[in-house]
């Protein structure tokens, strides 16, 4: 099955950032560098985070959107920007962010997957610190064909 | 605090702001728990909370939102994703047959 809603390119290991604002202005750059997004979909992302945060727990949070802002949304594309030295969440600190732009449902397998990492807490921690593009994405699920092979 | 009988749930909705992330992935995992007793789990925007729900779950944070929506529905609040109480005993009630409390 064909899942390119999360590709290498749209993956940054080592990054740092200050803040939980700033690493959402990170999050949100990369889609707006991906094409995935228009410029105002960034700010979405920071009032979405305001109104409930998006940590989803095992150091990962999942900043995106409002659904007002789904019409600055051009393409359904995933992005994954980690942080080595973590990033002070509020409910907890966040190591990987897992940035969503969805315009349809495309994205809905990868997030399956992401979900079934954070309840193997070991697969979790391989996600939180992996230092290979291709290691998140076989624990996503995106190249199922490569991890068989 | 009222009660729910957990034997008409037939289709729980996981509400969130936007509905692309956050409810997308807990409904995933609560599709797979759920799935044994039939009962369909789906999820939507806060402001979008189909009309053939039986339950609506949403972040502590939106109870208040998803309640304007839609006043006439129970609606359950949760604070965390992962091993919120809250998802056991949705389950536990479903599977028991049993009354849940909202």
């Keep these: 099955m064909s899942t390119d809603t999360l590709t290498a390119d749209a993956i940054r290991l080592g990054a740092t950032a200050a803040d939980r604002a700033e690493a959402i202005e990170q999050c949100g750059r990369l889609l707006v560098d991906l094409g995935a997004v228009d410029e105002p979909y960034v700010a979405a992302m920071h009032e979405r985070e305001q109104v409930v945060s998006t940590f989803v727990g095992e150091g990962v949070a999942i900043p995106h959107g409002t659904n007002e802002a789904r019409k600055y949304v051009r393409r359904t594309q995933l992005a994954v920007v980690q942080f080595p030295d973590g990033v002070d969440w509020g409910a907890g600190t966040v190591h990987l962010c897992v940035a969503i732009a969805a315009s349809g449902s495309e994205h809905v397998e990868v997030l399956a997957a992401l979900s079934k990492v954070l309840m193997d807490s070991d697969k979790a921690a391989v996600l939180r610190s992996a230092t290979d593009a291709a290691t998140v994405l076989s624990l996503l699920g995106n190249d199922q064909q490569e991890a068989h092979a | ?102």
């Design chain 2, 1 to 102: 605090m009222s009660t729910l009988d957990a034997s008409t749930i037939k289709k729980v909705v996981v509400a969130c702001d936007a509905g692309m992330g956050s409810s997308v992935m807990l409904a995933g995992q609560l599709s797979s728990s759920l799935a044994p007793y039939s009962v369909k789990v789906q999820h939507s925007p806060v402001n979008q909370i189909p009309d053939d729900a039986d339950l609506v779950l949403c972040q502590q944070g939106l109870v208040s939102r998803a309640k304007a929506v839609k006043p006439d529905k129970p609606v359950l609040g949760f604070t965390m994703f992962l091993g919120d109480p809250v998802f056991d005993k949705l389950q536990k009630a479903i599977r028991d047959g049993g009354q849940l409390e909202y």
